[in-house]
């Protein structure tokens, strides 16, 4: 699915204790009947859901109180389970182009960040280790998937998805890493 360019555009919303990034990689287990609705109707269009992190509620059952920003996921692999219906949706309003910040230079004084990177992707194996070696040069990618695979509670990495500035998330990272406050 390519992304729309008029605004309202009415999308299915998968919420989560977890926040993702674009270019990430969430696996997930889905065994409700709306999120499998869900996901087969994406199957079908070739459209993607937004993941939005959860502000209060759960993510099995009644439906949660979710942040405003989270990001378009899209299928890449499918095993088919079963579960019942009561799936989000929302009007979104798409922000700057993800794509156009993910190519973004890393600076020379954060290369050790995607060092870090490559170090955390070796130790945790596949899927991860599928990641294009050029992507490591890219200041908002590195920052995106530091700031999913880092222990960083999930309001942190909410306030970090809500950065649309590429730079300004991987100095953010920099210093959650150098201060070694996660929370």
């Not at 600076?107 to 991860?128: D, H, I, K, S």
């Not at 294009?132 to 909410?158: F, I, M, S």
Request: net charge negative; with cysteine.
């Amino acid at each position: 699915m390519n992304k729309p360019a008029e605004r309202g555009v009415r999308l299915p919303l998968f919420p989560l204790h977890s926040a993702l990034l674009p270019g990430g990689l969430l696996p997930l287990r889905i065994f409700e009947t709306r999120y499998l609705d869900m996901v087969r109707d994406c199957l079908r269009g070739g459209d993607g859901f937004g993941v939005c992190l959860i502000e209060s509620g759960n993510e099995v059952g009644a439906t949660p109180s979710i942040h405003k920003v989270g990001t378009l996921a899209r299928i890449v692999d499918w095993d088919q389970r079963t579960g019942r219906n009561g799936l989000l949706h929302a009007e979104v309003e798409w922000l700057e182009d993800a794509a156009l910040a993910e190519t973004l230079e890393l600076p020379q004084e954060y290369r050790e960040l995607g060092e870090l990177l490559r170090r955390l992707v070796r130790e945790l194996g596949a899927p991860f280790t599928l990641f294009p070696e050029e992507r490591y040069g890219h200041a908002g990618w590195v920052a995106d998937r530091l700031t999913e695979l880092l222990p960083l509670a999930p309001a942190l990495k909410q306030a970090l998805v809500e950065l649309d500035d590429a730079m300004q998330r991987l100095q953010r990272v920099g210093e959650l890493l150098r201060s070694g406050r996660f929370s």
